[in-house]
Structure formats: C-alpha cells, structure tokens
T-cell receptor, first 116, second 115 residues
Framework: NAGVTQTPKFQVLKTGQSMTLQCAQDMNHNSMYWYRQDPGMGLRLIYYSASEGTTDKGEVPNGYNVSRLNKREFSLRLESAAPSQTSVYFC???????????????FGSGTRLTVV | ELKVEQNPLFLSMQEGKNYTIYCNYSTTSDRLYWYRQDPGKSLESLFVLLSNGAVKQEGRLMASLDTKARLSTLHITAAVHDLSATYFCAVVPKNYGGSQGNLIFGKGTKLSVKP
C-alpha cells in the first residue's frame, strides 16, 4: 500500500518556466489537496478537490492550476514559475469519515521546488 | 478570518521534563489533528480528536480537545531526544461540512529535546 505518491521529489526551475507536479493515491479517497509549506508559515492550502471532477481554490491559489484527472490523480501546474513559488509542496488525500485514532488525512513525501 | 495559533513556536526542553503545547483556533470545529514532522520529511499523523473532551495518548504524548474553549493541548511527559521534531495542529472548520473539510494548519512548534 503506497499511500500518496508525489513526483518529482526535487526540482529546480528558472523563472518563467512551467512544470507539473504529479500526485496519486491508492486508498480510494474522494478528496485530494495541494499544500505549500514555507518556513515559519505552517502549511497553506493551494487547491483542493472534494471529488472527481471538482476543484476549488484554497488560501493561496494565485499562480497555480490543478487537474483532477481521475479519482486517483491530482496534479498541480505552475504555468510561469516565480521565485516566490520556491517552497515544499505536499499533496494529501482524505477518507470520507475519519475513524479517530490516527486517521483522516494522508500526506505525500513532498516536492522541494526551487525557482531561480 | 480563520486562525489556528500554536504556542510556543519554539521549545527547548531537557530530557525528562514535562511540557505542553497549546493550539487555539478561531472557528467552530469538531475535528482537530496533531501531526509530527521531522526535518526534510513529510507529516506523520499523531492524533485525531473528534469530540469535546476527547483525550488520546500514545507513549509520552497525550492530546486533548476542548471545543467550547476552542483549545487543544499536546502534553509531553518525560521528554526524550527522539521527540525532537516540529509539531503541527490542524483543524477542519465545521462550516465546510462532511468529508470535504480542508485542514487549516497552525505554524508549528519546533521542539528540541536536549540531554
């Protein structure tokens, strides 16, 4: 059981270049999320997808687009990268009803993106 | 504006000591999560608290939730070096409803346990 898989793990872009971050989950979760993490800022929600075929903006959507390709996959695209988008990006998915304990949201291992 | 505030943001402890991390949030929520993050790693789920008065314990960590006060605590008992990490609390605002709730994170508490 792989959980949430993100690719790539590391990426360096030049300002103005584009790229797509890939995320896939194998837990049959309906909801998927993209967060960015910056030092001292916690994690901030970029976009989310409550179910296949729907996407919505989060707290910091500017400069990003997303695609929920199917139930498993949720991609994040930077059309024209800027230095302010240097960050660590986490994809997550969630189950319908958290059962308590540790449950609810599962995070990928992250993508470290540097824009120069 | 929805806020999730943790304090302290930095905590340096000696091994064997006890301490508490606090998480206050500004909106109605009945789901609160605690995560641990080691440097350069992803987030590891520690606890999910689903109701007022909920208390969960695992090892040297105990988490509690008071939804009326909009406060959660993460208590560390007899700290050991292996607990050094950054701890995040996160809430799901109640008005999002159901399974589509989005986690709103605090800024994290960086814990350093020294011998």
């Amino acid at each position: 059981n792989a959980g949430v898989t993100q690719t790539p793990k590391f990426q360096v872009l030049k300002t103005g270049q584009s790229m797509t971050l890939q995320c896939a989950q194998d837990m049959n979760h309906n909801s998927m999320y993209w967060y960015r993490q910056d030092p001292g800022m916690g994690l901030r929600l970029i976009y989310y997808s409550a179910s296949e075929g729907t996407t919505d903006k989060g707290e910091v959507p500017n400069g990003y687009n997303v695609s929920r390709l199917n139930k498993r996959e949720f991609s994040l695209r930077l059309e024209s990268a800027a230095p302010s988008q240097t960050s660590v990006y986490f994809c997550a998915s969630s189950e319908a009803s958290p059962r308590g304990g540790r449950g609810g949201y599962t995070f990928g291992s992250g993508t470290r993106l540097t824009v120069v | 504006e929805l806020k999730v505030e943790q304090n302290p943001l930095f905590l340096s402890m000696q091994e064997g000591k006890n301490y508490t991390i606090y998480c206050n949030y500004s909106t109605t929520s009945d789901r609160l999560y605690w995560y641990r993050q080691d440097p350069g790693k992803s987030l590891e789920s520690l606890f999910v608290l689903l109701s007022n008065g909920a208390v969960k314990q695992e090892g040297r960590l105990m988490a509690s939730l008071d939804t009326k006060a909009r406060l959660s605590t993460l208590h560390i008992t007899a700290a050991v070096h292996d607990l050094s990490a950054t701890y995040f609390c996160a809430v799901v605002p109640k008005n999002y409803g159901g399974s589509q709730g989005n986690l709103i994170f605090g800024k994290g508490t960086k814990l350093s346990v020294k011998p």
